[in-house]
């Protein structure tokens, strides 16, 4: 598919999305925004370039599983306070954000969520300890990474912890003086869990009404999980509803207002070993992951490309690249579909966007693309 056609298709798709979504007043400051693994070792706080970022989220910190407080160790503390002593001496400055939870403790950290969000006694132990760790080492704000809630009852309760916490944000501000921490959270790329055994859906008035936005999480789409390849985070796909544009929509639909939604962005892909070297679309049965365990960063996914002469896709139906070379398959996004998401993202009139994760880009490309393409409101 030639690049022209590509990128027709998608101006063509953005100036629909701004006719039906009209235009509004007041557009709060943009959030470009990413998470920083503090499990990179060889990406210390010192190696970002703030020039691409408002915001950056420090991944991650978990609660104690029974007092559901932050023990910190040591060494812990002393990454919390290099993280935002070093991004306060930066130029231009960020905002950071604490992100608690995370998706690497899969197993175990939904059921830590769920015991604490179930009593209000446990709510608030975690409550004034995200605080005090916040305020403690400097933050400008709390983030909520449950992946995910279970049930309807535990959707429940966190609207309950999420009422409670920012309950509490205002009274801290209140009696310190000082600016309230921001209050966000990552959620699933969806409104709705349309895909589970268990069907059930986010309390969005209460997400609404809470937090100061929502990052929705719009990739792991496909992995090495399933035996076929498909796009890590297709913005469309015309054959099911895991995409992008579907889930946003649906946070809209639920209530949520474009302004407290900031798009997630991958800066990864996702990798196969095909089956059938003479098989490699959409759909192409695998035998397993590929390099990477399944998983590449766009630095790594550049190296593969350089290589050799491997083939490159843009496919148009979901906004996304595909690469194969021999039996290895990779879906990622590159700084062209990364930009053309974006022009969605900003015909949505949506408040911004996030990168999952930084020190996965090669030399800022993604980024500062990203950056770039959002057009500022005069
Ligand atoms: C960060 O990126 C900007 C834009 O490319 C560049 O001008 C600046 O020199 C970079 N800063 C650092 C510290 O590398
Ligand atoms: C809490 O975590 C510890 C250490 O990981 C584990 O041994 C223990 O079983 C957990 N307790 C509960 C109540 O989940
Ligand atoms: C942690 O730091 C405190 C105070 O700086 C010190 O008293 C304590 O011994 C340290 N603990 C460990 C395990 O290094
Ligand atoms: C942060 O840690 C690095 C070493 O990883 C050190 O060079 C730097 O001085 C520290 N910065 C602050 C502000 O503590
Ligand atoms: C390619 O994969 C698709 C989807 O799994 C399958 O329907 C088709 O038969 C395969 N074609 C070949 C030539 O293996
Ligand atoms: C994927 O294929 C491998 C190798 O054929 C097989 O062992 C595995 O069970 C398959 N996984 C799924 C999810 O179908
Ligand atoms: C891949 O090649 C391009 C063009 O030569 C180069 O700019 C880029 O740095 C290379 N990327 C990696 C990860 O080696
Ligand atoms: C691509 O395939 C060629 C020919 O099989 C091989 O030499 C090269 O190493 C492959 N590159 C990658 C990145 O797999």
Not at 113 to 124: D, H, T, Y
Request: charged letters at 15%; proline letters at 6%.
């Amino acid at each position: 598919m030639a690049i022209h056609n590509f990128l027709h298709i998608l101006l063509l798709l953005c100036s629909l999305m701004i006719i039906n979504t009209g235009c509004t007043a007041e557009v709060p400051p943009a959030v470009k925004a990413a998470y920083y693994p503090s499990f990179s070792p060889d990406f210390p706080p010192s190696a970002i370039n703030t020039s691409f970022f408002t915001h950056i989220f420090y991944a991650f910190l978990v609660p104690n599983n029974v007092t559901f407080k932050f023990d910190l160790s040591n060494s812990t503390a002393l990454l919390l306070s290099n993280f935002t002593t070093t991004l306060r001496h930066k130029t231009p400055p960020v905002k950071t954000l604490l992100s608690i939870g995370g998706a690497a403790d899969g197993v175990v950290l939904p059921f830590v969520f769920a015991r604490l969000a179930s009593k209000a006694s446990s709510r608030s132990q975690f409550i004034q300890s995200a605080i005090e760790v916040a305020r403690k080492f400097g933050f400008d704000g709390l983030d909520l990474d449950w992946e995910f809630p279970q049930s309807p009852k535990e959707m429940k309760d966190l609207g309950h912890l999420l009422k409670e916490w920012r309950h509490a944000l205002k009274e801290e501000s209140k009696s310190t003086a000082r600016l309230p921490l921001l209050l966000t959270a990552a959620v699933y790329f969806s409104a709705d869990f349309f895909l589970d055994a268990i069907p059930r859906s986010y309390p969005a008035s209460s997400l609404k009404k809470y937090l100061d936005w929502i990052n929705p999480m719009c990739y792991d789409y496909n992995g090495a999980w399933s035996n076929t390849t498909g796009p890590n985070a297709a913005l469309w796909n015309s054959n099911s509803n895991v995409n992008s544009i579907y889930g946003l929509r649906s946070w809209i639909k639920a209530g949520m207002p474009p302004e407290k939604l900031v798009m997630g962005l991958a800066q990864y892909g996702r990798s196969w070993e095909l089956q059938n070297l003479k098989n490699h679309s959409f759909g192409a049965t695998a035998i397993g992951p590929g390099p990477g365990a399944g998983m590449l960063s766009y630095h790594q996914v550049e190296t593969l490309l350089n290589q050799s002469g491997a083939i490159v896709v843009y496919d148009v139906d979901t906004v996304s690249v595909y690469s194969y070379n021999g039996s290895t398959w990779v879906s990622y996004d590159d700084a062209f579909t990364t930009a053309a998401k974006i022009g969605f993202a900003q015909a949505l009139r949506l408040r911004g966007y996030f990168f999952w994760a930084l020190s996965y880009d090669s030399d800022w490309k993604i980024s500062a693309q990203a950056s770039k393409s959002w057009i500022l409101d005069e």
